[in-house]
């Protein structure tokens, strides 16, 4: 049993009730990792990902051991490569290797953003999926940053509590200077889908649609202002061009500032981190006790020990 996207392990509200029951009680008696250990490979940089799954991992009792894979062989994932040029080691041996090491398997490795038909198969988590013989948890692939879904699903339960209606939630593209992957929009729009519970709007600029596959069944409005009314969430992150594959634009005006959030029913602020300042939203926003990027970062260790609990 792999966790590499929304359905894979258990169902979303089973998977909510066992992170707020891991964050009422950090520490379970059985102690579902004692005597195994997890593997964590990191391909890409993290701050979040890294230490709240460690800590997820040490509280069921897991050992714990945490690569950066920037000192290890470069790894080839091509079936049938002639390996003569810089590529050490090819995925086979290296998956093979590590589940003899471990009994969980987690990797984040990011998209390269030009090749969209390798980043859309999902290539790197797959390849470790079909040749890890111990369970591959997703710490962000290419496409999905299950994790960070999941404990995007807690903080909105928790926050949700006193509206009396479905809570209105809105995806809103915004600004970044650099080219960043579809994964964390992408997964977040197929979770809230896939809870169920709370009705979804995606805004973003023209051309900057997800995946068809990604977006289906959500309302997509290419107005910030007229998706922002009466939101009760509103859920900001930059994402390159799928349609353009990993093109970028200078949208400075798609900021979430004071002005944008008054349009909303008093929403509460989420951006999943690290968040740029006064670029993707403004610093009123950031600082205001609407936002919840930190009881989001917070939820992180139990949505892991949810996951990790159960392979
Ligand atoms: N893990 C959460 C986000 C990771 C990544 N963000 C970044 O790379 C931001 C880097 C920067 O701001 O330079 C992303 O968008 O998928
Ligand atoms: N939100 C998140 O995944 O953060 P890191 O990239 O720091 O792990």
């Known amino acids: 049993m792999h966790f590499t996207s929304a359905p894979d392990t258990a169902t979303i509200h089973q998977l909510i009730a066992r992170a707020q029951a891991y964050k009422r009680d950090p520490f379970p008696a059985e102690a579902p990792g004692r005597h195994r250990t997890l593997i964590n490979l990191f391909f890409n940089p993290s701050l979040r990902t890294r230490l709240s799954t460690e800590k997820a991992g040490y509280q069921l009792g897991f050992q714990v051991i945490t690569m950066d894979m920037a000192g290890g062989w470069q790894l080839e994932f091509e079936d049938g490569a002639v390996m003569n040029l810089e590529k050490a080691e090819h995925v086979r041996e290296a998956a093979g290797v590590l589940s003899q090491y471990c009994d969980v398997l987690a990797v984040r490795s990011f998209p390269g953003l030009e090749d969209r038909e390798a980043d859309y198969e999902d290539r790197i988590i797959t390849a470790f999926k079909t040749y890890a013989t111990v369970p591959v948890v997703s710490l962000e692939s290419a496409i999905r940053h299950p994790l960070q879904s999941l404990a995007d ?113 008093n929403a509460y602020f989420m951006h999943c981190l690290p968040v740029r300042r006064n670029v993707v939203v403004s610093d009123g926003v950031l600082n205001s006790d609407r936002s919840l990027v930190l009881q989001q970062a917070n939820n992180r260790t139990w949505a892991a020990q949810a996951v990790l609990g159960v392979l």
């Open 153 to 265: 699903c807690v903080t909105i339960a928790e926050h949700a509590l006193h509206l009396r209606t479905r809570p209105k939630v809105v995806l809103t593209w915004a600004p970044h200077p650099r080219r960043l992957p579809q994964a964390v929009a992408n997964s977040f729009a197929e979770w809230m889908l896939a809870w169920g519970e709370v009705d979804l709007v995606i805004a973003n600029p023209p051309g900057f649609d997800l995946a068809e596959r990604f977006r289906a069944g959500t309302q997509v409005l290419h107005d910030q202002r007229e998706a922002l009314r009466g939101a009760d969430f509103v859920y900001a992150k930059n994402w390159s061009s799928y349609d353009d594959y990993g093109a970028t634009a200078e949208l400075p005006d798609w900021i979430v500032d004071e002005d944008k959030m008054a349009l909303t029913n």
